[in-house]
């Protein structure tokens, strides 16, 4: 009776089809994973991305096959979203795209594998110093340099026909357009978030001085640093900064200097394509320049940026995963990258680099760019990776950073000596993960 | 006619005739009761009570997702270091101010609009469920639009009012917008909740109070009030507990700048985006607690009682 009731009933055919259709279904997909096996690579947005996947997915040869997905815009949201997986011991990640700022973290939770032997060597194979050194953590390589980036000064050759070369320079040529009833502004990343803590460490390491020891163990906070509290305070409570300064991330700064509500604009390269879209009429105008100094004589340090990729320590796939991810960032991509995605490379090469995008076409501003059409401003980008600022590496950045800008904010409020005790006491506490962070 | 007492007396006179031994048939009926109510009972511990426990024991400890090997055992450290904090104690003042103010603001708005909707003699449903709109906007997106408004150049708000400034930099003002915010979404729940209250308001007494020559405010404050307190004390402590636990509103208007950072947007902070355990785990342990002390408050020393709840309904 059982029987028949089972094979009459609707319900009882439903199951039975959807088990049939769910052994096909594990039956197709085992047969794809004899032929190659699926590296899942976590990464920032970026449009042309999938191109570079797709080509090396070509060179793996049916060996494996990497799927991008695309984790959210925000940096926050990117690193919350593989580190909450990673903490649960997922194996559903390979390749992690992580900002420079988080290898520490990663590498000290142990969520990413060390790179060793001839992966190593080819990771660190003509890396500018500085980029590489985001992905080193204990003398040890986690990651392998994917791109990298660097602030510049922006200006108006119209309001100011040579930039200024120091910060005493700039904010007194700011002051002298206000006077004269000109756009006068400073633009920079003002809010309470990683952008004012980008712009503080620049003035830290453009003073030559440190937040924290080598080693990323302890608090220092010494002469530099305080002398770049006192100009952080000093732009910022002279009126030559926008009124909405603690609001602006990068692209309401970026926004501010496009409606001509500044003079300078300190800001990343992505500014440039921007403009040349959006005010092509004036684009002849907009120039840049490495960033002012703070010592005369003395170039500045600039903090850089970038993405570097790793292998997850729970990727059931590593050296595949670790093949992959050094195609991902091979010259051959990170070219590709930086020329139609504006992301400057982390080679060193990559700079002197005069060949076309399609090297048997001539070179094309439009069709067919090459480094110079591409990165009018690459020897300034070159100039500035040369000797650069890295934030300070330690595991514990994320409460750094947070606490910084907490402290720093609003930057018009400094006052040198009180503040930076501030931050000697909260950033001890939270390298011990004691404190609170706000 | 205090509902205090209405409330509390049933309550002691109940629990003492519980005492005498009970028949057989009386305890087997009891044990089966038990039995049948043991699955649910354990699904509710599992779900809601192990977490508690769980993050109790993590606010003893030492534990950050970024240092695995530095886990340890600290006992009450991390409360100390928590409630000696200046961060801690700034977010937990704007979390009070923010709740005293939205919460009074809303009642007070709440009972006008009660009032308005219960009167409607045309299209009364129509007006319901059009005055409960806000409440039905998903919080994020609603802050968003007001994200937008205030925002100088794209903002309508802050162009018309704001002149030059950026209104959401500034410390008072982003409270201002804040509980604007808060009240605007939560206003008509305030309402509904405050009419139900007002239905139980019998026509009666009303007009025998008119007859007395009682006036409008008279009527309100002596006869409608008094009969409506349970119904208002309701309101009041499902918005106070709600107002507590903001977290939404601010996290999209000013992400906690300006220390207009909430005790839940802080927790999240550290537990979440800080991965440390052991600090974020004290903060909810602190969260709860307190929002068990208003919960307690407005029970015991007001007497508020659920909803639906009365004399025989209660044990």
Redesign the interface.
């Known amino acids: 009776m059982g029987n028949g009731k089972g094979r009459g009933s609707p319900p009882g055919r439903i199951a039975a089809v959807l088990g049939a259709s769910m052994m096909t279904a594990g039956l197709v997909t085992a047969c794809g994973s004899e032929q190659g096996l699926t590296l899942n690579l976590y990464y920032a947005p970026e449009d042309t991305f999938q191109t570079v996947v797709d080509n090396c997915n070509a060179k793996a040869a049916g060996r494996y096959n990497i799927v991008y997905n695309k984790l959210q815009r925000g940096a926050?949201d990117q690193r919350?979203q593989m580190?909450?997986r990673l903490?649960a011991g997922d194996d559903g990640l390979d390749i992690l795209g992580l900002d420079v700022t988080w290898v520490p973290?990663f590498a000290?939770?142990?969520w990413a594998q060390e790179w060793t032997g001839s992966n190593k060597a080819q990771a660190e194979a003509g890396v500018l110093p500085g980029p590489l050194a985001t992905a080193t953590w204990n003398d040890k390589l986690y990651a392998a340099t994917k791109n990298t980036n660097v602030q510049l000064l922006w200006y108006d050759d119209r309001i100011t026909p040579t930039p200024p070369a120091t910060w005493d320079e700039m904010i007194s040529e700011a002051e002298r357009l206000k006077a004269e009833g000109k756009p006068h502004n400073i633009l920079f990343t003002g809010?309470?978030?990683e952008g004012l803590v980008v712009i503080y460490n620049t003035l830290v390491a453009s003073a030559g001085g440190h937040i924290l020891s080598e080693d990323g163990k302890s608090v220092v906070m010494d002469e530099g640093a305080v002398q770049a509290l006192e100009i952080l305070k000093r732009v910022t409570s002279s009126g030559i900064t926008d009124?909405?300064?603690?609001?602006m991330k990068e692209d309401e700064t970026r926004q501010a200097f496009q409606r001509g509500n500044g003079a300078f604009e300190l800001n990343w390269p992505f500014v440039y394509a921007s403009y040349a879209d959006e005010q092509p009429q004036d684009l002849p105008h907009f120039k840049w320049s490495t960033y002012p100094a703070v010592d005369p004589g003395v170039p500045a340090k600039t903090t850089i940026g970038g993405y570097d990729l790793a292998v997850s320590s729970t990727s059931k796939h590593k050296p595949e995963a670790f093949e992959a991810a050094l195609c991902l960032r091979s010259e051959e991509s990170q070219k590709f990258s930086a020329l139609n995605d504006g992301v400057p490379p982390s080679l060193e090469a990559l700079y002197t680099d005069d060949t076309p995008l399609d090297p048997a076409k001539p070179v094309d501003a439009d069709d067919n760019p090459s480094m110079a059409t591409a990165y009018p401003m690459r020897e300034a980008i070159f100039a500035a990776l040369k000797d650069p600022a890295v934030r300070p590496l330690t595991?514990?950045y994320?409460?750094l950073s947070?606490v910084i800008s907490?402290v720093l904010?609003?930057p018009s409020e400094i006052d040198p000596q009180q503040t930076a005790e501030e931050l000697r006491s909260k950033l001890t506490?939270a390298l011990d993960?004691?404190?609170?962070?706000? | 006619m205090s509902t205090v007492e209405d409330v509390s007396a049933p309550q002691q006179t109940t629990a003492k005739p519980g005492k005498p031994a009970l028949s057989e048939g009386k305890r087997a009926e009891r044990r089966l009761g038990w039995l049948l109510c043991a699955p649910a009972a354990i699904v509710m511990v599992a779900v809601t009570g192990y977490p508690i426990v769980y993050s109790i024991w993590l606010s003893l400890q030492r534990y950050d997702l970024r240092f695995p090997q530095q886990t340890e055992f600290v006992g009450f450290a991390n409360y100390a270091a928590v409630l000696s904090d200046s961060y801690w104690w700034t977010a937990f003042g704007t979390t009070v101010a923010l709740t005293v103010v939205s919460v009074a603001i809303e009642l007070v708005l709440g009972m006008t609009l009660a009032l308005i909707m219960h009167r409607t003699l045309l299209g009364r449903g129509l007006v319901r469920t059009v005055s409960l709109i806000p409440y039905g906007i998903v919080t994020v997106v609603a802050a968003f639009s007001w994200y937008y408004a205030w925002t100088p150049d794209t903002g309508y708000l802050a162009n018309i009012l704001a002149g030059d400034s950026a209104p959401l930099t500034q410390y008072l003002p982003s409270l201002a917008i804040i509980i604007l915010a808060e009240v605007w979404k939560t206003t008509p729940f305030m309402a509904l909740l405050l009419m139900a209250g007002l239905a139980l308001v019998p026509d009666d007494l009303l007009k025998a109070a008119a007859m007395d020559g009682a006036n409008g405010w008279q009527r309100f404050i002596k006869v409608m009030v008094p009969v409506m307190k349970p119904a208002i004390l309701v309101a009041l402590l499902f918005r106070t507990l709600d107002a507590f636990r903001i977290f939404d509103n601010i996290y999209v208007l000013t992400g906690g700048q300006n220390d207009t950072s909430s005790v839940s947007m802080q927790t999240y902070n550290n537990l979440i985006k800080g991965l440390n355990l052991g600090v974020g785990s004290t903060m909810s342990v602190l969260i709860f607690i307190t929002v068990a002390i208003i919960a307690f408050i407005f029970i015991k020393l007001f007497g508020t009682a659920a909803p639906g709840s009365d004399k025989e309904g209660k044990r």
């Open positions: 926050d919350l580190a909450r903490a973290e000290e939770a142990g809010a309470q978030y009124p909405s300064l603690t609001n595991p514990a994320q409460s947070t907490k904010s609003p506490d993960s004691k404190g609170v962070i706000p």
